[in-house]
């Protein structure tokens, strides 16, 4: 064997041990034992036993054994032959993904069928997977969803009654009291109270509304099935408001929620179960409208004032306190000194 040769290798493996001893954890990369294993196979074992002992014989064969059978794994026909289904193209994702968007009610099957009638065969599976590669929940999710759109998109109000007894000259008189409610401002509108609430009356404050452009922009009218509320006024939300009419169901209040909890802060903000007299009921009404819609801090809003007064962020000044509602509610803002 040539001397400079066998200095060389003698070189390499001594510096390989102080390599080793240097950094002990060390950890050589999958090319790097590719490379020694192709080298390692030529040397006889006791040559690697003395020039390289930080590796067995088996270590070597080991690599070598892995070297061999990446070779004869057949990754080069696996890659040029197709693996199972095509995959779909670009404009039927595109169609699955805005029939989800625009049809919340549509099932996987359904859109399946409309994409095979418009482009071509198209599986369950496949729209399944399309839709959750966007991040598109399934119909029976999306339809939630849709619904807390519809009430945080600005289109509809609420409308309910609640009574009041009033003491007034001729007696003891139950008054009636409607309300309108924005679902997604919170702003609450005394519309008027009456002692016998007729179809007549609520069509006449239903046109007082309307005049003074509360409805403009909404779309839908929630109400529940109260006798007062007659096809004729639901005629005139439809033909003078263009409202869409929604009837909550039978013992449901909660499909009318925002109103119902409105009416209960009204009630608390009147004080007393029973009035005494009809003028200071109407101004007890038009304060406590006004302090919720103005003054007051309403937790569905994060903590915000509907309509709030410019007085009500003053950043100067002492810190004041003003009653409300006959003393009822309390109301703090800073005064200039």
Partial sequence: ????????????????RSYRKRYPHLRLTNEERIELAKLGILIPKEWLKQWAPDFSVE??????DKLVSKKWDYSDRNKKRSVGRPQSSVLIEKYVVRACRENPN?????????????????????????RKKHGIPPATKRKKSNWKALKDCGKVWGCDF?????FTSYGLQTFYVLVFIHWKTRELIYAGAT???NEQWVINRIRDFNADGKFEGAKYIVHDNDTIFSKAVDNSFEKESNLFVTKTAFHAPKMNSHTERAIRTMRELIGSR????????????????????????????????????DSAFKEMGRVKRYSRCDGN??????KAS
């Fill in 195 to 197: 002692e016998e609430p």
């Fill in 329 to 334: 509610q309390s109301f703090y803002c800073r």
């Fill in 162 to 166: 609640f009574t009041q007894e009033v």
């Fill in 1 to 16: 064997m040539n001397p400079t040769a066998t200095a060389i290798i003698l070189f390499q493996a001594s510096l390989l």
């Fill in 274 to 309: 029973i009035s005494w007299g009809e003028r200071k009921f109407r101004r007890q009404l038009r304060a406590a409208s006004d302090f919720y819609n103005k003054e007051r801090h309403h937790q569905g809003l994060d903590g915000k004032i509907p309509l709030p007064d």
């Fill in 106 to 130: 549509w099932g996987d099957r359904t859109i399946a069928n409309n994409a095979t009638r418009l482009y071509e065969k198209v599986s369950d599976s496949t729209i399944r997977r399309i």
């Fill in 59 to 64: 270590t070597y064969k080991r690599w070598f």
